[in-house]
């Protein structure tokens, strides 16, 4: 079983500017796609791959210019300092979902197939999707469904998900789709599911807030000239890193100086994003709606 195709692999590795004595990061290391290719380049630098996931742990490479930490990435700076390093010459992060994930029907990332509503990146933690479908209220799960699956009848999702528990647990993938499968529109169901999963993977995994709180660290650790490249696939996670190259802060708030000129510490390399090509889409589907941004610490 392949575990992961990285999408826009040769784009966003040069986007790294990659420097042979450097040390670099790989915060999503997955199938160890990027990471080897970082490792090509280097010659007496070093790099530092986190993942939560355990089966991320059997791509590790045997190699000593390479130190793998099974770490959420929101731990980013506490773990390079404790391994005494105090900057970094580049950072990537590829932020979706693997392959292996989807692949493996009991981790119940994917509506196509039955299995038990998990969802967890990190098999350890004790939240499930199925936890949250059944302890949270209508409101709450609204919310998730609107922020985080931008489903405009959130509400409704939530009102039908909560009148389903009430006559058996919803734990299931096949549970949640009978919940609410009259509200899918009709030749649209596949897009449908995949944002109510989405939402609740989000949910499940703090993915956002994980998101930012990896960003910022990674602006403090990033050296001068340092790069940070990430890979988004919806547009909750692009628009957060869009806004964050761009102004420095989450909200796209533009602070200028006396000159009108906006104070920001990146500069953007690849301004409107990097698309992949018709060629990379043909032979990795999954990549359709990859965007990769690139920028440098000034």
Same mark, same amino acid.
């Given at each position: 079983m392949v575990y992961h195709i990285p999408a826009l692999l040769n784009e966003s590795i040069d986007g790294l500017n990659i420097r042979p004595d450097g040390i670099y990061v790989d915060v999503t290391f997955g199938g160890g796609g990027h990471s080897m290719e970082i490792l090509k380049r280097l010659k007496t630098g070093k790099l530092i791959a986190f993942d939560q996931d355990e089966d991320a742990r059997m791509n590790v490479p045997a190699d000593k210019k390479f130190l793998f930490l099974d770490q959420n990435f929101r731990f980013l700076k506490n773990n390079l300092k404790f391994n005494d390093i105090r900057s970094i010459d580049g950072l990537i992060a590829d932020l979706g979902v693997s392959f292996h994930q989807f692949d493996e029907p009991e981790r119940g990332f994917t509506f196509r197939q039955n299995a038990p509503l998990d969802m967890r990146m990190n098999k350890t933690n004790t939240v499930t999707a199925a936890h949250l479908l059944k302890t949270l209220d209508e409101a709450s799960l609204a919310d998730i469904f609107y922020n985080?699956?931008?489903?405009?009848?959130?509400?409704?999702?939530?009102?039908?998900?909560?009148?389903?528990?009430?006559?058996?647990?919803?734990?299931?993938?096949?549970?949640?789709?009978?919940?609410?499968?009259?509200?899918?529109? @009709?030749?649209?169901?596949?897009?449908?599911?995949? $944002?109510? %999963?989405?939402?609740?993977?989000?949910?499940?995994?703090? *993915? #956002?807030?994980?998101?930012?709180?990896?960003?910022?660290?990674?602006?403090?650790?990033?050296?001068?000239?340092?790069?940070?490249?990430?890979?988004? @696939?919806?547009?909750?996670?692009?628009?957060?890193? $869009?806004? %964050?190259?761009?102004?420095?802060?989450?909200?796209?708030? *533009? #602070?200028?100086d006396f000159y009108g000129n906006i104070q920001t510490p990146l500069r953007i390399i690849n301004k409107k994003g990097t698309a992949p090509g018709d060629e990379e889409i043909a032979n990795n589907n999954r990549a359709r709606s990859a965007r990769l941004r690139i920028a440098e610490k000034i």
């Open positions: 985080f699956g931008e489903l405009t009848n959130s509400r409704r999702i939530a009102k039908e998900i909560v009148a389903a528990r009430k006559v058996k647990p919803l734990t299931s993938v096949n549970d949640i789709i009978d919940a609410i499968g009259k509200l899918a529109p @009709y030749r649209q169901e596949h897009k449908f599911y995949a $944002k109510v %999963f989405q939402a609740l993977r989000i949910a499940v995994n703090h *993915e #956002i807030d994980y998101l930012k709180e990896m960003l910022m660290q990674a602006l403090s650790v990033l050296s001068s000239g340092g790069r940070l490249v990430v890979i988004t @696939y919806h547009s909750l996670e692009d628009r957060v890193v $869009k806004n %964050f190259m761009k102004t420095g802060n989450f909200e796209g708030e *533009e #602070i200028k």
